[in-house]
T-cell receptor, first 112, second 116 residues
Framework: DAKTTQPPSMDCAEGRAANLPCNHS???????VYWYRQIHSQGPQYIIH???NNETNEMASLIITEDRKSSTLILPHATLRDTAVYYC?????????????FGKGTHLIIQP | NAGVTQTPKFQVLKTGQSMTLQCAQD?????MYWYRQDPGMGLRLIYYSASEGTTDKGEVPNGYNVSRLNKREFSLRLESAAPSQTSVYFCASSEFLQSYSNQPQHFGDGTRLSIL
């Protein structure tokens, strides 16, 4: 699976959009981009994933650049409960049922 | 709406003791996983089970054994606990399909294990 690079930490004001970047410059054509988050002491929570088109669900939007070398997770109206570590993970499609490779992620802190 | 349930939530062991961490999922998923998370680090895969009856090693399998008891349950056993195995252990499950494998994993809330 391709390696990802994320900033170690970010701040965002409550009510504003939080934009979390991820670099995956070595991504292959058959690799999906996944985002998970981990709120303190809890298990990771799936947020969204995509291959090459932008995706949106009830939690967030995922914007993938046309060359697929980077992506941005957008939380449109951040709340204090969105304070968490956010993980960007790249994974091969059809590569078997093996696990996810977690880096250190971005610690997003929502400020009141 | 249980999802993935792990027991126990906390455990303290002495070096050399053995124990089994239990995991059960009610989403009818065929793949299950065990991860460990050390302080300040991301999760690392210990073992996984693509389907009932199969298990495979992950990144850090040494010192652990697993059993896929049935489709719902996947247990992790420490035969002789060591202080280096002090960690938070997470179980996860997902729906794995042969034709593609982009389904997300769903995680339990973890077992916090301390080995003295």
């Amino acid at each position: 699976d391709a390696k990802t690079t994320q900033p170690p930490s970010m701040d965002c004001a409550e009510g504003r959009a939080a934009n979390l970047p991820c670099n995956h410059s070595t991504i292959s054509g058959n690799e999906y981009v996944y985002w998970y988050r981990q709120i303190h002491s809890q298990g990771p929570q799936y947020i969204i994933h995509g291959l090459k088109n932008n995706e949106t669900n009830e939690m967030a939007s995922l914007i993938i650049t046309e060359d697929r070398k980077s992506s941005t997770l957008i939380l449109p109206h951040a709340t204090l409960r969105d304070t968490a570590v956010y993980y960007c993970i790249v994974r091969v499609v059809g590569g078997g049922a093996d696990g996810l490779t977690f880096g250190k992620g971005t610690h997003l802190i929502i400020q009141p | 709406n249980a999802g993935v349930t792990q027991t126990p939530k906390f455990q303290v062991l002495k070096t050399g003791q053995s124990m089994t961490l239990q995991c059960a999922q009610d989403m009818n998923h065929n793949s299950m996983y065990w991860y460990r998370q050390d302080p300040g680090m991301g999760l690392r895969l210990i073992y996984y089970s693509a389907s009932e009856g199969t298990t495979d090693k992950g990144e850090v399998p040494n010192g652990y054994n697993v059993s896929r008891l049935n489709k719902r349950e996947f247990s992790l056993r420490l035969e002789s606990a060591a202080p280096s195995q002090t960690s938070v252990y997470f179980c996860a499950s997902s729906e794995f399909l042969q034709s593609y494998s982009n389904q997300p994993q769903h995680f339990g809330d973890g077992t916090r294990l301390s080995i003295l």
